[in-house]
């Protein structure tokens, strides 16, 4: 899976800064993309380091400033407010968790047991990937403000459409036994959750991100009735 993703993208902080610039190139005001991304980088990795031992909204803007090494003039180059940052930081979990679920190989997508193990596999490993941003967006979605509420929601909704889609289509080729894909889609999201939320505990348990992955996968297959199923073909 590893190598999967980085076929799909850079999700080191600075890539993820440098697509994070390209989306809001109209709203920065710094124009020279390296200095841009290597001090938004910095920016965004402090505001997530702060924010997990403090709470976003108890962080303050003078904080990142000192924390960060950069400027409050320099702050205000990339974003007017913390809710603006906040969005930003959003936006892009959103986007990259929706562009990487989309982007299934042909030959996973193309069978619709292979394509849920794919999904799983590809949740699981972007998470890890994108760890900080990940807890991020689930610690702090109780005090987003309304504009946030609704873009974690949306986001939710998104993800939860591309599994509802996969189990609809393992349903309707007789692969899988189930009778409601949307609720069976909401109950995966949370067993995906558990993985960034409660990594530790996992971690503790020597369950990698793999193997967590895998084990996901064949609760969830036994719960759609995969055993049933087997052999029986379309």
């Not at 076929?7 to 993309?33: N, Q, W, Y």
């Not at 009735?225 to 087997?230: I, L, S, V």
């Amino acid at each position: 899976m590893q190598a999967t993703l980085n076929e799909l993208g850079d999700f080191s902080m600075e890539g993820l800064c440098a697509a994070m610039l390209e989306r809001h190139r109209d709203t920065i005001r710094v124009r020279k993309p390296h200095i841009a991304v290597a001090k938004l980088a910095r920016i965004v990795g402090t505001i997530l380091t702060l924010s997990n031992r403090q709470g976003f909204h108890a962080t303050s803007l003078r904080e990142i400033s000192a924390a960060s090494g950069v400027s409050m003039g320099g702050l205000y180059a990339y974003f007017d407010s913390k809710d603006t940052l906040l969005m930003m930081i959003l936006g892009q979990v959103s986007q990259t968790r929706t562009r990487v679920l989309q982007a299934a190989p042909e030959e996973a997508s193309a069978d619709p047991v292979a394509h849920l193990r794919w999904l799983i596999s590809a949740h699981v490993a972007l998470s890890e990937a994108m760890l900080p941003w990940f807890v991020f967006a689930f610690m702090e979605a109780k005090s987003f403000p309304p504009a946030g509420r609704r873009a974690a929601v949306e986001s939710e909704e998104a993800t939860e459409a591309i599994f509802t889609a996969a189990i609809a289509e393992g349903a309707r080729r007789g692969r899988f036994a189930v009778d409601d894909p949307g609720f069976a889609a909401a109950l995966v999201k949370p067993l995906l959750q558990d993985w960034y939320v409660k990594r530790a505990k996992w971690r503790r348990r020597g369950v990698g991100a793999d193997a967590y992955a895998a084990r996901v996968q064949s609760f969830v297959e036994r719960a759609l009735g995969m055993d049933g199923m087997e052999g029986k073909g379309e």
